[in-house]
């Protein structure tokens, strides 16, 4: 079925598309009867298919000039009826990355995930959370004699990010999905391993969807209870406490009661720490403002390999420019964002990790922090 | 002198957004939302014992029509010193926006005829979504935000409307609508959300005008 737009010029192509109209019985979208065609405005028609050629015949007969508009209804419906089925909440067989997912799935999710490949992927426990929560991390690996380089991906640092860890899940998925057919991601798992921290702060994460959408900080009680979180991304231990941070509980950057205070950065710094000689890029995702940022947060003082940095930075923002045209800020945090201590992008870093990159998905502050999940699918697509 | 940023700068993209609320503001309506696309340039100047100056080009894009985009050029002077004073913002936009007349009238309309007082919560919602009837409310906090924003921006803030909490409509016997918005802003720099008490009044041929606002306190946390 086809639904055709169309114009009517003159009164006599008014008559005879109300004559087309009742006498094959054509389905009017608009205007709903066929007395309320009138020249010059819109009319919108649905021709049943086994119609569809002979009302093309006769328009074109009568000089009549049309659009498709839809040329094939049935696409559309199953397309918004799969919408409608997955606003049921659903579990990784058919799991919907074009949405957001509690905690509770995304637990399932990794399970499942390893199940389904595990000739690629492990679970591994990272560490417990202050509210004894367990962080998984997955590993997505090929199997070879070599050992290889390392790159590191965690999400959901900062709790009210969700498009972050809606990227992860994202991420993972379109490897295993295309690792087999797509060369460019065969020869990845070649030489290297994936490690992704979908959810890092899972305890604020948790809390972002039960209690406070907006919340931003882990949930570790301070001041006897009367006041909640530490802001996990000024907590690590670089130049811990200098600059962009408050003392003071109360605020969203809160850098917490010392560098590594909080289990959840411990959990993250020690693994990362230990595999540290393997590791040749950290990469850590939030939302929002469309960044990619190279270090350092707390000084201007350019980091030593900067030029290689930059040139890195600047081909990744090319080439998600060149998927939606969606424009994305290269530079380092304290130029071009503000003045930050205690990030885990500069800890990397200056731990000897070479690459290290904070990324800022969409959007530019419309939506902000509340992107609509339709939104999940462009932004996974062009940061992939 | 006027100094060349680049585009990506921290401070000319902070005054960018400034600019924006503050077009919100001045050219906004229930019909109309207007967000910015790009930064396409930015100097600063410094100007001795007045304060700091903003020559800004930008690209802003129509909310409901996210090919239409227009450029404007706008100067933003933040005042030294002074907290209390709102930064000077002076802008052109290069063409014609949108007529937005039917999309108000309607709007209005409807308002008028609902037999109770309009009352809504958390637009978006967690998810993001916006009812399409929530949509000229949520364009309207665009306005009243914009207004904020521009009232309490300083050189080193950048402010975006993040959530309506709470909206609702007053009952009024001219031909005004008004409406009591609580909205969430969020402060990049500080990473603040701060909560703020916005009235405004509007109507399609008046436009719009914000007649009381105020900071409200964080809500302490559990």
Redesign the interface.
């Known amino acids: 079925d086809q639904v055709f737009h169309i114009v009517p010029e003159t009164l006599q192509q008014v008559q005879h598309l109300q004559h087309l109209c009742s006498t094959l019985l054509l389905d009017l979208w608009k205007p709903q009867l066929p007395e309320d065609i009138r020249a010059g405005e819109d009319l919108h028609i649905r021709v049943p298919a086994p119609l569809v050629q002979e009302v093309k015949d006769n328009l074109d007969h009568h000089m009549i000039s049309y659009k498709v508009l839809i040329p094939d209804v049935q696409e559309l419906v199953d397309q918004s009826m799969s919408k409608e089925r997955s606003s049921h909440r659903q579990v990784p067989e058919g799991y919907v990355y074009t ?2 997912h509690p905690m509770e799935e995304i637990y399932q999710w990794m399970a499942q995930i390893q199940q389904s490949n595990s000739e690629l992927v492990t679970q591994h426990y990272l560490g417990k959370t202050i509210e004894n929560r367990t962080m998984y991390y997955l590993q997505i690996s090929q199997p070879t004699n070599k050992t290889k380089k390392i790159i590191w991906m965690d999400c959901g640092i900062h709790a009210r990010e969700w498009i972050s860890p809606a990227f992860c899940q994202w991420f993972v998925k379109e490897i295993l999905q295309n690792y087999k057919s797509d060369p460019k991601i065969s020869r990845f798992l070649q030489n290297l391993d994936l490690y992704v921290l979908p959810v890092l702060n899972v305890d604020g994460y948790i809390y972002s ?1 039960e ?4 919340w ?1 900080k882990n949930r570790s009680p301070h001041m006897n209870g009367t ?3 530490t ?1 996990l991304n000024r907590n690590f231990n670089s130049s811990w406490g200098s600059t962009g941070v ?1 003392y003071n509980c ?4 809160f850098c917490g009661s010392g560098p590594e205070s909080e289990p959840e950065t411990r959990a993250v710094a020690q693994f990362i720490e230990r595999k540290k000689s393997d590791i040749l890029c950290y990469l850590t995702i939030h939302s929002y ?1 469309q960044y990619i940022l190279t270090p350092y947060g707390f000084t201007t003082e350019p980091p030593s390999n900067n030029e290689e940095l930059m040139l890195v930075a600047e081909k990744a923002a090319a080439a998600l420019r060149g998927k939606y045209g969606t ?1 994305y ?3 380092s945090t304290s ?4 003045s930050t201590s205690g990030s885990s992008q500069d800890w990397a870093h200056m731990i000897g990790i070479p690459f290290s990159y904070t990324f800022e998905l969409r959007d ?10 339709d ?1 999940i699918q462009p932004t996974c697509e062009e940061t992939m | 002198a006027a100094m060349e940023l ?5 401070l000319a ?1 902070q005054a960018a ?1 400034l600019v ?1 609320g503050y077009l919100c503001y001045r050219r906004g309506s229930p019909g109309r939302g207007l ?4 930064l396409r340039r930015a100097r600063r100047q410094d100007i001795a014992d007045v304060g700091h100056k903003y020559y800004l080009e930008l690209v802003l894009e129509d ?1 409901l029509d996210k090919d239409s985009t227009v450029n404007c050029t706008a100067e933003v002077l933040y005042h030294l010193g002074s907290k209390n004073t709102a930064p000077d913002v002076q802008f052109t936009l290069e063409g014609e926006l949108k007529n937005t007349d039917e999309a108000d009238n309607i709007f209005y309309n409807r308002i008028r005829s609902l037999e109770k007082e309009l009352v809504a919560e ?1 637009i ?6 916006v009812p399409p009837e929530m949509e000229p409310i949520h364009r309207l906090a665009w306005v009243a935000s914009g207004y904020v924003i521009w009232q309490n921006s300083t050189e080193n803030t950048k402010f ?4 309506i909490k709470h909206v609702k409509q007053v009952k009024r016997s001219d031909e005004y609508l008004e409406f009591e918005y609580m909205i ?1 802003l ?1 402060e ?6 701060i909560p703020w008490q916005v009235t405004v009044l509007w109507h399609p041929q008046h436009g719009v005008q914000v007649t009381q606002d105020s900071r409200q306190p ?1 809500h302490t ?2």
Request: charge should be neutral.
């Open positions: 949405q957001y969807w209690k406070e959408r907006l931003r006041c909640y979180g802001d408050s109360s605020s969203e950057t403002g424009s800020k290269v530079g130029l071009i964002l503000y530019n502050g419309t939506h902000g922090f509340v992107l609509p999940a939104q | 680049q585009p990506s700068h921290g993209n957004a924006t967000a910015l696309r790009s909310v958390n978006p919602d967690s998810h993001g979504n975006h409307l993040a959530q969430l969020h990049m720099v500080s990473q603040e959300i964080k946390p559990e």
